[in-house]
C-alpha cells in the first residue's frame, strides 16, 4: 500500500508518516498543496491524506485536480473545522472522507483500511444491474441507457450499495454505516448530500426515476 500525505504542519505530517509506516504502509509526503498535486498524479497511490487548508494550492484545488485525472483513488480530507459546511465542500470536491483534526492516529488508519479493503476488492466480470442502469464491478463504471455515467469513488460505493440492496427501503443510518463505516450523526447530511449527487447522474434527464425518497424512512432503488 502507497499512501500520499499532503500535510504543511511539519509535526503532524511527521507524526502521521510515522503512524503509517508502523502499518507497513509506504508513505510519501508533500508540504504544500502544488507538490502534493505533482506527486498525486505522477504516481499510483492507494490512499491519499489530503489537509485542506495548504499553502500554494488548497487542499480543495488539489482534490479537482486528483478527480480529474483519476476518480478512484480513496483520498480522506483533513479539516480543521468540523462544520458540515467543510465536510460537504471536502466532499464535494471528490474526497471519499474525512477527519476533523485533532484526530486520533487510529482513527485515520481504520479509515485507510476501509477505503482500501473496498478498492481491493477482487477484480471480477460482475456486473450489478437496475432497470436499464448497469454497474460494472470490474471497472467500476456505470451506465444507463447506454449513457456513461461518470462516478466519483464515494458515488461508486453508494450506487453499488443500493443495486445490491434494491427494492428495499434503506435508511440513512444503514447507508452511512455500510458505505461510509461511520455510525450516523444527525449533524451531517452526507447521505442527502451524496444521493443527490447520484441522482443527477443516475436520474436526470431520464424520464423513469430509480432513486426515491422514503419519507421519514430512507432511500430506495425502484421503477416508477
Ligand atoms: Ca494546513
Redesign the pocket.
Known sequence: MKILVV???PK?AQFIEKGLKEQNYQVDVAFDGESGKKLALQRNYDCIVL?????NCS?IEVCLSIRKADTTVPIIM?T?LGTTEDKVLGLDSGADDYLTKPFKLNELLARIRALARRKERPMNDEKLAFSDLVLDISTKSAHRGGKSIVLTSREYFLLEFLLKNQGRVLSRAEIAQNVWDISFDSGTNVVDVYVNYLRNKVDKGFSTKLIHTVFGMGYILREE
Open positions: 500535510e504543511d504542519e503532524l489537509d485542506l487548508i495548504l499553502p487542499g483533513l480543521a
